[in-house]
């Protein structure tokens, strides 16, 4: 369980190297950092970081922040936040009218593995979704260990959890999305399906997939084509395979795929990119003289 004296009742946690940068690049307001003394030179940067931005750090055993944490793959650094924001849908639709793109947005639909979950923020960051809408019941929380399997991307989403999901899907239908919904089962594979135009991608949990109430709410049913032996996929790896097929489609322009660099921890970046480019990620701000250029440009592999 948490220590009360490090991550308090309003308080949220976040642990990991990756995801306590992206929490800074974000300017969550932040109240402590919590680093393991042995892992403190490879964290340098991040503890001059937030000593620049007069944020407390407080060393503690490893034990205790994986306890805290709630899981063991905190690489010895964690941040504590200000509770999180939630988006509300209106706020969705706003930021693609901003962007001047059809709203695109994934919905999870009870996924109950929180590595899940954070797999799929990341993917659905990737991807430029407008947000994410989720319910509050029968859902993995937003744990630690998610906001770690997301690398920080769940920074940078609108996210919006609902008391009831059916009536929000009907809401977005009503508001002129056509709802996707990821089924096995379905006639028409991703590539068959148009999934253009204003578009909201369900997908539903790892053991019973789509609710049924879900399900009857969909206006088509997409799957992808198995070839192996496995009749199935994971939750995450369908939902973001489904995600990308849609960005192929409604960005048809945007050229040949980039060619992906693999860093020490797994994850992936372009190396270069085709066609209309991303807004670069401002940097954190600059409250002394040290250079936050410089925090996110280390290694991000675990030390």
Do not use: Y
Not at 13 to 23: C, D, F, N, S, T
Not at 78 to 91: K, M, Y
Not at 125 to 150: C, D, N, Y
């Amino acid at each position: 369980m948490p220590q009360p004296d490090l991550v308090g009742e309003d308080e949220e946690l976040i642990a990991g190297r990756r995801p306590v940068e992206e929490a800074f690049v974000a300017r969550r307001p932040a109240r402590r950092l919590l680093v393991v003394p042995q892992r403190r030179q490879a964290l340098e940067r991040l503890v001059l970081h937030a000593t620049s931005l007069r944020i407390p750090v407080v060393e503690v055993e490893g034990g205790t922040l994986t306890a805290t944490a709630g899981f063991d793959g905190h690489q010895g650094i964690g941040l504590v936040v200000e509770p999180r924001t939630w988006a509300s849908l209106d706020e969705i639709l706003a930021r693609a009218v901003e962007r001047g793109e059809p709203p695109f947005l994934l919905v999870l639909d009870s996924l109950e593995d929180p590595q899940n979950v954070g797999t799929l923020l990341r993917s659905a960051e990737a991807a430029g979704i407008h947000g994410v809408v989720f319910p509050t019941h029968r859902q993995a929380p937003l744990t630690p260990a998610a906001v770690k399997a997301s690398a920080g991307a769940v920074e940078h989403l609108l996210l919006c959890p609902v008391d009831d999901l059916p009536a929000t899907i009907s809401d977005l239908r009503i508001r002129g999305l056509r709802i996707a919904a990821a089924d096995a089962e379905a006639p028409l594979t991703a590539a068959q399906a148009d999934l253009r135009g204003p578009l909201a991608i369900v997908v539903g949990s790892e053991g019973q997939g789509l609710t049924p109430a879900v399900r009857r709410r969909a206006d088509l049913a997409v799957r992808i084509p198995m070839r192996g032996v496995i009749g199935s996929l994971n939750a995450a790896v369908a939902g973001s395979i489904l995600l990308f097929a849609a960005v192929a489609q409604r960005d048809p322009g945007a050229g040949a795929a980039p060619i992906a660099s693999v860093s020490d921890d797994g994850s992936t970046s372009p190396r270069k990119t085709a066609g209309r480019a991303r807004k670069p990620k401002e940097p954190p701000p600059e409250p002394t003289e040290s250079a936050p250029d410089e925090l996110l440009s280390g290694d991000a592999s675990e030390p």
